[in-house]
């Protein structure tokens, strides 16, 4: 349980400016992804998925694209605000045995500046 | 949104204690979850269920042991609670057939 670093990537933006959150998955059978939303001292919450089937999809100030040829996936917030700031997390799922499972990456610290 | 309970919410506790985390849902699901999260790190899967008495090891090792005896109730326990086990504990539920994961608000354990 020790930690190895602390060194989350950060993402300053101002607030009203668009936010670009990327991350690189890693197993090209994954055929789901989701995007969480962390806030300090709270559990992940859901904010967007995409099936590998598609390249982009829409929800209510974010989208998410999905880039199957090199593997990347991205989450973008339209005018970001003050209550945007978490860190956020990808996860790819990967279908196992009886059930699924998801692998999260490392996340991003996103910072709206007033 | 998923009603998931964990408690309790912080522990502090010595070193060599057994301990318990709780994480309820009230939303019927059968596949439930146990992550490990170091602070600004990843989520790491410690333990999983795909249903009462399915209880399966995750991809990080860990010396916590899991019980799925009721559908709702998927508690973790450590038998001899050691520094290196200070860490967050998150637990999350998901519905059949769905990969979308809803999550608790976590247990912050620190052992002295």
């Known amino acids: 349980g020790e930690s190895v670093g602390l060194h989350l990537p950060t993402l300053s933006v101002q607030e009203g400016d668009n936010s670009i959150i990327n991350c690189a998955y890693s197993?090209?059978?994954?055929?789901?992804f989701i995007w969480y939303k962390q806030e300090s001292g709270k559990g992940p919450q859901f904010i967007i998925d995409?099936?590998?089937?598609?390249d982009k999809r829409q929800g209510q100030r974010v989208t998410v694209l999905l880039n199957k040829t090199v593997k990347h996936l991205s989450l973008q917030i339209a005018a970001t605000q003050p209550g945007d700031s978490a860190v956020y997390f990808c996860?790819?799922?990967?279908?196992?045995?009886?059930?699924?499972?998801?692998?999260f990456g490392t996340g991003t610290q996103l910072k709206v500046e007033l | 949104e998923a009603d998931i309970y964990q408690t309790p919410r912080y522990l502090v506790i010595g070193t060599g204690k057994k301990i318990t985390l709780e994480c309820s849902q009230t939303?019927?699901?059968?596949?439930m979850y146990w992550y490990q999260q170091d602070p600004g790190m990843e989520l790491h899967l410690i333990h999983y269920?795909?249903?009462?008495?399915?209880?399966e090891k995750g991809d990080l090792s860990s010396e916590s042991t899991v019980s799925r005896i009721r559908t709702e109730h998927f508690p973790l326990t450590l038998e001899s609670a050691r520094p290196s086990h200070t860490s967050q504990y998150l637990c999350?539920?998901?519905?059949?057939?769905?990969?979308?994961?809803?999550f608790g608000p976590g247990t912050r354990l620190t052992v002295t």
């Open positions: 995409i099936r590998s089937n598609m």
């Open positions: 197993n090209s059978a994954s055929d789901y």
């Open positions: 269920s795909y249903g009462v008495n399915s209880t």
């Open positions: 999350a539920s998901s519905e059949p057939h769905r990969y979308e994961q809803y």
């Open positions: 996860a790819e799922n990967r279908v196992t045995g009886g059930g699924n499972k998801l692998t």
């Open positions: 939303m019927g699901h059968d596949k």
